[in-house]
């Protein structure tokens, strides 16, 4: 089975349209926009993301507790995910709040 002729010429239309192959693996430099020298990291508060991931595994450990169906049987190791996830937040909280990690929003 081979291609019909007429759907070979658009397949070319378009390959000739993409411009020509080079070598070259660097990219093209922006045309326009913002240039990349003055890019700056987004500044991300760490103390903060912390602090909402503890709460949101306190309010799943409250959750779990409150409710029996998600803490027995096969679940019960559903309510220690959570008391794990507090302690390894905490541990976390401590390094950034002492001035480690993210030293510019250490406080």
């Known amino acids: 089975m081979g291609v019909a002729p007429r759907a070979r010429v658009g397949v ?3 390959l000739s349209r993409l411009g020509t192959v080079t070598d070259d693996p660097r990219p093209e430099p922006p045309a326009r926009g913002i240039p990349i020298d003055r890019i700056r990291p987004l500044h991300v508060p760490m103390l903060r993301v912390v602090e909402v ?16 169906a998600l803490h027995e049987g096969d679940r019960d ?31």
């Open 12 to 14: 070319q239309r378009r």
């Open 53 to 68: 991931g503890l709460a949101c595994w306190l309010v799943a450990l409250i959750v779990i507790l409150v409710v029996p």
């Open 77 to 107: 190791w559903w309510p220690w995910a959570c008391v794990a996830g507090i302690v390894l937040g905490s541990v976390g909280w401590a390094y950034l709040r002492r001035g480690r990690g993210n030293a510019r929003d250490a406080a």
